[in-house]
């Protein structure tokens, strides 16, 4: 096959990995990325649609083939590696049989990044690695005698039976077992025993299809290599109540940690009610009439930029202006622009942290003692009050406006009273008046983290106990301290001699698993 992206009457069957979408193959993301038609082999690669698939993308079951036919790119997605224990040999047959050309894109297998994500070696010193299929091969006897790693498939209902007759068959009873469910994605869970332990060690493990059997001595590898599990904030499900354009880096950051993050947006931006007076900023920032502008938050230089788009304006027009940010995120918005802020606060990223850095007005160097700052309709009166009081005139202009958000989906505002979050990061007074408007109280179980001492006060004024305080008002330093926080938690249980739980299965009627 050409190694051209097809562009009509074509399938390509796409291994989509063991689970973890990261895993994807680039050349699997490039077909979904063009793909017309995609059929999925399991509920649970959906995700992967809203990742790399087109807007629109069709959702075929049935006869692909016929659809292939018709014309266009039909990618049918296959769990772990299409020609690994796979079941698509008869669909590529049909393929060649109607003569549509086809693909087959290789998947990482479960087999190798499970173990890799449960910190167990493939091989050690056997050089011998063995996987099989429960559901179609069960010569236990003749697998009792593999001498390195032996990974079962299909076995988790019968693991107790099993471990019986590889003893049967020669393996000594102490041999080291580790079952791992959910392999490479936050629900991954995994229980190391050994064959002659497996019934007790399983009784109440709570594993679920699809899982893994691991047999043998670098399962015992675990406990120095386990990388993945031991996460600070592995398996937590966090809310994030914020917008959806503000809340992307602090979510990549939470899933760096382990964490799943939800975001619910509790504030929606809208332009302003007139946008007269925003047309006269942008004038007068073209014609001279300010030496500052001031942004005090991302949005607001998104509504500037807009307004610069709308009027064929670029970067260029804040030539021979002093730009000044609250803060990275605001700072970071304006390098994207192509703007390079001239001041930020060297201590704290807020108003007052602002204007301490603030120079005061002087008629000798400034020849304008004029401020424009392009603020949301709630803003405080701090900055203009420190600018004034260092002789510079505001013009202080309605850039945008926060409304209330619409609540979310029920089962969301049952989860978050219900204890189903484990944490919820609070980046705003605001954002804590909003969510408990339009989804109730968070759980008592919930961890509460806030991004500094105003947002801890609103907090506590809706009768919220306050777990979590980051040490600079920043959302990347609000998911570090929550991420050192769940690394307390976790080695406190494991001091303990106790299995580490997440804060949502401490709550009355949550589902234990193993102790």
Same mark, same amino acid.
């Given at each position: 096959?050409?190694?051209?992206?097809?562009?009509?009457? &074509?399938?390509?069957?796409?291994?989509?990995? $063991?689970?973890?979408?990261?895993?994807?193959?680039?050349?699997?993301?490039?077909?979904?990325?063009?793909?017309?038609?995609?059929?999925?082999?399991?509920? +649970?690669?959906?995700?992967?649609?809203?990742?790399?698939?087109?807007?629109?993308?069709?959702?075929?079951?049935?006869?692909?083939?016929?659809?292939? %036919?018709?014309?266009?790119? @039909?990618?049918?997605?296959?769990?772990?590696?299409?020609?690994?224990?796979?079941?698509?040999?008869?669909?590529? /047959?049909?393929?060649?049989?109607?003569?549509?050309?086809?693909?087959?894109?290789?998947?990482?297998? *479960?087999?190798? /990044?499970?173990?890799?994500?449960?910190?167990?070696?493939?091989?050690?010193?056997?050089?011998?690695?063995?996987? @099989?299929?429960?559901?179609?091969?069960?010569?236990?006897?003749?697998?009792?005698?593999?001498?390195?790693?032996? #990974?079962?498939?299909?076995?988790?209902?019968?693991?107790?039976? !099993?471990?019986?007759?590889?003893?049967?068959?020669?393996?000594?009873?102490?041999?080291?077992?580790?079952?791992?469910?959910?392999?490479?994605?936050?629900?991954?869970?995994? #229980?190391?025993?050994?064959?002659?332990?497996?019934?007790?060690?399983?009784?109440?493990?709570? &594993?679920?299809?699809?899982?893994? !059997?691991?047999?043998?001595?670098?399962?015992?590898?675990?406990?120095?290599?386990?990388?993945?599990?031991?996460?600070?904030?592995?398996?937590?499900?966090?809310?994030?109540?914020?917008? %959806?354009?503000?809340?992307?880096?602090?979510?990549?950051?939470?899933?760096?940690?382990?964490?799943?993050? =939800? =975001?619910?947006?509790?504030?929606?931006?809208?332009?302003?009610?007139?946008?007269?007076?925003?047309?006269?900023?942008?004038?007068?920032?073209?014609?001279?009439?300010?030496?500052?502008?001031?942004?005090?938050? /991302?949005?607001?230089?998104?509504?500037?930029?807009?307004?610069?788009?709308?009027?064929?304006?670029?970067?260029?027009? &804040?030539?021979?202006?002093?730009?000044?940010?609250?803060?990275?995120?605001? +700072?970071?918005?304006?390098?994207?622009?192509?703007?390079?802020?001239?001041?930020?606060?060297?201590?704290?990223?807020?108003?007052?942290?602002?204007?301490?850095?603030?120079?005061?007005?002087?008629?000798?160097?400034?020849?304008?003692?004029? @401020?424009?700052?392009?603020?949301?309709?709630?803003?405080?009166?701090?900055?203009?009050?420190?600018?004034?009081?260092?002789?510079?005139?505001?013009?202080?202009?309605?850039?945008?406006?926060?409304?209330?958000?619409?609540?979310? *989906?029920?089962?969301?505002?049952?989860?978050?009273?219900?204890?189903?979050?484990?944490?919820?990061? &609070?980046?705003?007074?605001?954002?804590?008046?909003?969510?408990?408007?339009?989804?109730?109280?968070?759980?008592?179980?919930?961890?509460?983290?806030?991004?500094? $001492?105003?947002?801890?006060?609103? /907090?506590?004024?809706?009768?919220?106990?306050?777990?979590?305080?980051?040490?600079?008002?920043?959302?990347?330093?609000?998911?570090?301290?929550?991420?050192?926080?769940?690394?307390?938690?976790?080695?406190?249980?494991?001091?303990?001699?106790?299995?580490?739980?997440?804060?949502?299965?401490?709550?009355?009627?949550?589902?234990?698993?193993?102790?």
């Amino acid at each position: 096959m050409s190694s051209d992206s097809p562009t009509s009457g &074509f399938v390509a069957f796409v291994g989509a990995g $063991p689970g973890d979408p990261n895993l994807l193959t680039l050349r699997a993301a490039e077909l979904l990325g063009k793909a017309d038609a995609v059929v999925l082999d399991e509920e +649970a690669q959906a995700p992967l649609l809203a990742h790399h698939c087109r807007e629109g993308v069709e959702i075929v079951e049935g006869d692909f083939v016929k659809r292939a %036919k018709a014309g266009g790119l @039909v990618v049918r997605l296959c769990a772990g590696d299409p020609m690994l224990f796979s079941s698509i040999i008869e669909e590529v /047959a049909a393929c060649a049989a109607a003569e549509v050309d086809f693909e087959i894109v290789p998947g990482v297998p *479960p087999a190798t /990044a499970v173990l890799t994500y449960a910190g167990i070696p493939a091989a050690t010193s056997v050089p011998e690695f063995r996987i @099989v299929d429960a559901a179609q091969d069960q010569d236990w006897a003749a697998h009792a005698a593999c001498r390195g790693t032996l #990974v079962i498939y299909h076995g988790l209902g019968d693991a107790v039976t !099993i471990g019986k007759a590889l003893i049967a068959g020669g393996k000594p009873d102490t041999t080291p077992v580790a079952v791992s469910s959910g392999g490479t994605t936050t629900e991954q869970y995994t #229980v190391v025993s050994s064959l002659g332990r497996l019934q007790a060690d399983l009784k109440h493990a709570g &594993f679920t299809e699809p899982a893994l !059997i691991v047999v043998g001595e670098a399962v015992t590898l675990r406990d120095k290599l386990s990388w993945f599990e031991t996460k600070p904030l592995f398996g937590w499900r966090v809310l994030v109540p914020r917008t %959806k354009e503000q809340s992307r880096s602090l979510s990549d950051q939470l899933v760096a940690y382990g964490a799943v993050p =939800e =975001e619910v947006p509790t504030i929606s931006v809208e332009p302003p009610r007139t946008p007269q007076q925003m047309d006269r900023a942008i004038k007068g920032l073209v014609t001279g009439r300010y030496e500052w502008v001031a942004f005090t938050s /991302a949005n607001a230089v998104k509504a500037v930029r807009e307004k610069f788009e709308e009027y064929g304006l670029d970067a260029r027009a &804040f030539a021979g202006l002093k730009v000044a940010a609250v803060g990275d995120a605001t +700072a970071q918005a304006l390098v994207e622009f192509g703007v390079k802020p001239d001041l930020l606060p060297s201590g704290e990223q807020s108003s007052e942290g602002l204007v301490a850095e603030w120079p005061p007005y002087d008629s000798m160097l400034d020849p304008i003692n004029r @401020v424009l700052l392009p603020r949301a309709d709630i803003s405080t009166d701090t900055l203009v009050a420190g600018l004034t009081e260092l002789g510079w005139e505001c013009d202080d202009v309605t850039a945008y406006r926060t409304v209330r958000a619409a609540p979310p *989906p029920a089962p969301i505002r049952e989860a978050i009273k219900g204890g189903g979050f484990d944490a919820v990061l &609070f980046t705003s007074s605001s954002t804590v008046r909003n969510l408990v408007g339009i989804a109730g109280k968070p759980h008592n179980v919930t961890v509460i983290a806030v991004i500094g $001492p105003q947002t801890a006060k609103t /907090a506590e004024e809706f009768g919220l106990r306050v777990d979590v305080m980051a040490d600079k008002p920043s959302a990347s330093a609000l998911a570090a301290a929550v991420a050192q926080y769940g690394a307390k938690q976790r080695q406190a249980a494991l001091a303990a001699g106790d299995t580490p739980r997440r804060p949502s299965q401490n709550r009355r009627g949550a589902r234990r698993r193993g102790k």
